[in-house]
């Protein structure tokens, strides 16, 4: 199968400060990834979607970068909130099922 | 409801029985999916179905596990006599399609004793 992977399974970031969340894919063909948000005893939450014909897309205090040549994607979140502690899954999608990573835990220390 | 629902919220069952667990979808999506989660772990897809094709059923660990989906809508995924190792999370996600945004329920908490 697939393996979609991430640098860092936990990251601990001060509140007010930006977070980076990094992930690697191993397949080329992925063309839509996904970032998804999980707080503990909760389904996955939907943050923020890219497809391979973009490298940038910003939404509410959340930006997700897509390199290609790399196969890495990122997440950036802006004056992280202690709201924003979870585990943090992305997704990459070769058209006809997602694969996910094991997910980094971040952490916002008040 | 306006998001996918599931049920029950937990199950503690006992070793050899069988589980039920069910999942409603948000209405519209054609694509189901079910996948487990371990403690600290990532999502194991288990089966997907897409309108009325045959399911995928790929990711099934073992044959004591089957789910059906009745009528494009209502799933439920079944566990027969189940075992300790099946303790986990069980999450059901629904998309518009295969390539499309998938929402998730809260999932059921399996817990086998």
């Known amino acids: 199968g697939e393996s979609v992977g991430l640098h860092l399974p936990t990251l601990s970031v001060q509140e007010g400060d930006n977070s980076i969340i990094n992930c690697a894919y191993s397949?080329?063909?992925?063309?839509?990834f996904i970032w998804y948000k999980q707080e503990s005893g909760k389904g996955p939450q939907f943050i923020i979607d890219i497809r391979s014909n973009m490298d940038k897309r910003q939404g509410q205090r959340v930006t997700v970068l897509l390199n290609k040549t790399v196969k890495h994607l990122s997440l950036q979140i802006a004056a992280t909130q202690p709201g924003d502690s979870a585990v943090y899954f992305c997704?990459?999608?070769?058209?006809?099922?997602?694969?996910f990573g094991t997910g980094t835990s971040l952490t916002v220390i008040p | 409801g306006a998001g996918v629902s599931q049920s029950p919220s937990n199950k503690v069952t006992e070793k050899g029985k069988d589980v039920e667990l069910r999942c409603d979808p948000i209405?519209?999506?054609?694509?189901l999916y079910w996948y487990r989660q371990s403690l600290g772990q990532g999502l194991e897809f288990l089966i997907y179905f897409q309108g009325n094709s045959a399911p995928d059923k790929s990711g099934l660990p073992s044959d004591r596990f089957s789910a059906e989906r009745t009528g494009g809508s209502v799933s439920t995924l079944t566990i027969q006599r189940t075992q300790q190792e099946d303790s986990a999370v069980y999450l059901c996600?629904?998309?518009?399609?295969?390539?499309?945004?998938?929402?998730f329920g809260p999932g059921t908490r399996l817990t086998v004793l």
């Open positions: 209405s519209g999506h054609t694509a």
């Open positions: 996600a629904s998309s518009l399609g295969p390539d499309r945004v998938e929402f």
């Open positions: 397949n080329s063909a992925s063309d839509y």
């Open positions: 997704a990459e999608n070769t058209g006809n099922q997602f694969y």
